[in-house]
């Protein structure tokens, strides 16, 4: 019995022993004297800022290596690199020239160094490089603002309205770092608008105001009260599991979004690919968008990537997509999958939904606002990636435009 007791105090001592924090063996010397300088300084000016490189000095003491900079009169900022690094990058001027800049050995102690006085040469920042480049086009149901990013600069772009003479109010703000690309603002009347559009980067520097009369282009919902499904030959528009009443094709017209299990299209597992189904819409339209909304879970391996759009004027059009009957309207390709995915990620695909405009594409696609009864869906990829077979899972399909006749 004390041999029991004895193996279990012992034990209890190791286990206290190994919770016991050991205390830290940094040594800081106060007394140390500052590092000496960086030496050998180089610079690589880029857009609105400039890359400082350096050979650090042998002093065990160093830290890390600051560098004080003047982006604008009285915008005093700091950039700072390891002792592990040769070089900073120094970021947010307004303005391509030439500056002075102030390089520091910071010591263990942050004792500095004398500092190294150093002229950097910036180039135009993404601001001024984008400005020239900005359009304002009329749109459906709003306008289009397109750009050239080729700096890939991480940029706001503000639009306003001119809602009283000279009274700027913002209407939506965007947030890149393509090279290039385009948003759209919907929802306007189709009534002659100045708007503008001002770019801002993270340090608050902002581009002029570029301004623009623009008259939208009527757009409206298009209505699903009307739609049903017109099963053609190779079509693969039969529900998962052969439910009717939760993977049904209808699902994508009831208007009911942000479901996982019921209310959407599921087809069934392991389907050729393209996947095609068809939709008499009831009524003839000119479409000029189509909204995609993803299951509630999001970005899943069956939602749709990659796809096409095809639409008939035809009564009885045949199944031949190659034949006459269709022309092709779009081919779009969804964003790739965010990582990680955010909440807001889930709510755009889900809630809200991928919205993709029909564009003319020379030699391609002539006319994509043509009349039109049907639309063919064609998937050419999901999620999942390239493939030969898979699964096709969405809530819902909405449709812009303009009703022709009833």
């Known amino acids: 019995m004390k041999r029991i007791i004895y193996v279990i105090m012992l034990a209890a001592v190791f286990t206290w022993n190994g919770c016991t924090e050991e205390g830290r063996l940094d040594h800081i010397d106060d007394s140390a004297p500052a590092p000496a300088g960086v030496e050998n300084v180089t610079s690589i000016p880029i857009a609105g800022g400039a890359i400082l490189r350096y050979n650090l000095p042998r002093d065990k003491n160093i830290l890390y290596v600051k560098v004080e900079f003047e982006t604008a009169p009285g915008e005093i900022r700091e950039a700072k690199a390891s002792l592990f690094k040769d070089s900073v990058t ?38 001024e490089l984008v400005y020239p480049t900005l359009e304002l086009t009329p749109n459906f149901g709003g306008i289009k603002l397109s750009y050239e990013n080729t700096a890939r600069g991480d940029l706001a772009m503000v639009v306003m309205i001119d809602t009283l003479d000279g009274v700027w109010q913002p209407l939506q703000t965007f947030y890149t770092n393509s090279a290039s690309g385009s948003f759209s603002v919907r929802g306007l009347d189709t009534v002659e608008m100045k708007f503008g559009v001002y770019l801002r980067d ?13 008259l939208p282009i009527f757009e409206q919902y298009i209505k699903k009260d009307t739609w049903q499904k017109y099963t053609l030959p190779g079509d693969t528009d039969i529900p998962a599991e052969n ?27 392991d389907q050729p690919i393209p996947m095609v189904f068809t939709i008499k819409l009831g009524k003839r ?21 990659k796809f096409e759009l095809y639409g008939s004027d035809v009564a009885s059009p045949s199944a031949d997509l190659f034949g006459g009957d269709w022309n092709l309207l779009g081919r779009f390709q969804a964003k790739d999958k965010p990582d990680p995915v955010q909440p807001s ?48 899972i969405f ?12």
């Open 202 to 214: 993270r340090w608050n520097n902002k581009s002029m105001l570029y301004e623009k009369k623009i």
């Open 345 to 392: 990620d889930i709510e755009e695909v889900v809630t809200k939904g991928l919205s993709f405009d029909l564009e003319v594409v020379p030699g391609e696609i002539e006319d994509p606002w043509q009349g039109v009864q049907y639309i063919r869906f064609r998937t050419m990829e999901t999620y999942k990636g390239p493939a030969y077979r898979g699964q096709l």
């Open 285 to 305: 339209v000119t479409i000029s968008r189509i909204v995609v909304h993803f299951q509630a879970n999001g970005y899943t391996e069956s939602a749709p990537k």
């Open 395 to 406: 809530s819902e399909l909405d449709l812009y435009g303009k009703i022709l006749d009833m």
């Open 243 to 269: 439910d009717e009443s939760r993977y049904s094709l209808k699902g994508l017209w009831d208007e009911i979004t942000n479901v996982l299990y019921f209310n959407i299209y599921a087809s069934p597992h």
């Open 90 to 127: 120094l970021m947010g001027y307004a303005a391509a020239g030439i500056y002075p800049v102030k390089i520091y050995s910071v010591g263990r102690n942050e004792k500095l160094s004398e500092p190294v006085p150093y002229d950097i040469e910036v180039l135009s920042p993404p601001v």
